[in-house]
Nanobody, 123 residues
Framework: QAQLAESGGGVVQAGDSLRLSCADSGRTSRNVAMAWFRQAPGNRREWVAGISGGGTTNYGDSVEGRFAISRDNAKNTLFLQMNSLKPEDTAVYYC?????????????????WGQGTQVTVSS
């Protein structure tokens, strides 16, 4: 089963960029859908971006055009490149994996989760 661990979070200023990584030590995520979600204090977990087992990508409206999701199957790693960061992007970011190839925007459709990495964007 997938064993996910995020890294790359930090404190940045508005307009800066960050690249998050999610390593799957279980090496089972190559052909399944994976996604990034985020959760700010007091808010529910929010869909950010996803990539299907076939490589199709999909983004939340608030990040479309600024964030890019990608995966390196040889390294069992998922990435999220975040550009033009805004204070409202501040949240804990989680990567998640399904056991099927197609995407879902619903958090309850994902079977495996990382522990999360904090991203803080100051104005």
């Amino acid at each position: 089963q997938a064993q996910l661990a995020e890294s790359g979070g930090g404190v940045v200023q508005a307009g800066d960029s960050l690249r998050l990584s999610c390593a799957d030590s279980g090496r089972t995520s190559r052909n399944v859908a994976m996604a990034w979600f985020r959760q700010a204090p007091g808010n529910r977990r929010e869909w950010v971006a996803g990539i299907s087992g076939g490589g199709t990508t999909n983004y939340g409206d608030s990040v479309e055009g600024r964030f890019a999701i990608s995966r390196d199957n040889a390294k069992n790693t998922l990435f999220l490149q975040m550009n033009s960061l805004k204070p409202e992007d501040t949240a804990v970011y989680y990567c998640a994996a399904r056991t099927v190839w197609y995407l879902s925007r619903r958090a309850d459709q994902y079977d495996f989760w990382g522990q999360g990495t904090q991203v803080t964007v100051s104005s």
